[in-house]
């Protein structure tokens, strides 16, 4: 079976990220296994024609397999009321797509030096999932603004939102490789259910969720908390499930404790489709200098051929996902080629030679 994949470069770094993924996977996977289609959409593409995310994109990414894009979001590019384009290629994917839940692998790799105490690869390795699509971003651009005086938005709930969330978070714990230093498969419930009922209500779904997974502890901790325990005791954790803003936040924090955005990878996933790209913006800063760490969006093709390898029973793909992974991880180790982001002098192009002659 072959594979239609969606490819969008973006914005920034995008495109210098996205296509050093593309050789990697046509390296990894032979070139008749996966059949990529190059589409338009971000910032730059709304600058120029006026659509952030073009229909034919929009149609090509409802019938691809998957999506693999490098980043998108550029500042100052704005709508006619002001407002930023930003990520909004990604966040109406997210909701036409309905791509629910968004994961984040925080795991600390060989040759990435952690900036905690003395941790070593193996020792932090856990999930976060974000729920997607409510919480407090959905109200996005239909908060209310009172002339100079008062601005407010909406944080959403619902039974059926966290839910979904919450079973794709029991169902990956029982399906994770890596666990928690004591072994107990669990899920940590991340809220503020002691200041505002929409996280009670958040917290008391999933604990009707985890009735169904007896052999998956439920665990909670509060947002602000939760940032001190990843730092102090990052091996306890195996999954994170938590509501949109805070999913976003703790994430980011997730990634500092192993090395950072350059090495951090995603995916946001729904029942039908998955979109994969590293967590780091487009990085307007380095952009076009060849300075990007591609690491970051490898790691993320990988997690696609291993979403792809799950779902359509293909245990070719799941080896070379892991043929990736291992490439990636081999070259940050041997230390030769290091990017700029881990303190080397590794150019984007020079990190995915040494990939691709890994994998060779
Ligand atoms: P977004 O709003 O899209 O999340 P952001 O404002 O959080 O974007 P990023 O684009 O993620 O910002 O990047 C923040 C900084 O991290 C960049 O300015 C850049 O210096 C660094 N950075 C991010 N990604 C990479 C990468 N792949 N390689 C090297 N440095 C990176
Ligand atoms: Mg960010």
Known sequence: MSYDIVTIDGDGIGPEVCQASIAVLREA??????????CEGGALHYQR?????????????????????GAAGLPGVTYPDGTEVGNDLHLRLRFKLDLFANVRPIRLLRGVQCPLKDWQPGQIDYVIVRENTEGLYASRGGGVRLRDELATDTLVVTRKGVERVARFAFNLSRQRQGAPRDGQRRVTVCDKANILNSYAFFRAVCTEVAQTYADVAIDYAYADAITVHMIKKP???????????????????????????????????GEHHGLFQGAHGSAPDIAGQDAASPVATMLSAALMLRWLGERHADAALLGDAKRIETAVEEVLAQGLVVPADQGGKARCSEFTQAVLHQLR
């Open 235 to 269: 091996d306890f954790y195996d999954v994170i499930v938590a509501e949109n803003m805070f999913g976003d936040i703790i994430s980011d924090l997730g990634a500092g404790t192993v090395g950072g955005l350059g090495v951090a990878s995603s995916a946001e996933l």
């Open 49 to 69: 024609s006026g659509q952030v995310l073009p229909d034919d994109t929009l149609a090509a990414c409802r019938s691809a397999h998957a999506m693999l894009h």
């Open 29 to 38: 996977c032979g070139s008749d296994r996966l059949n990529f289609i190059a």
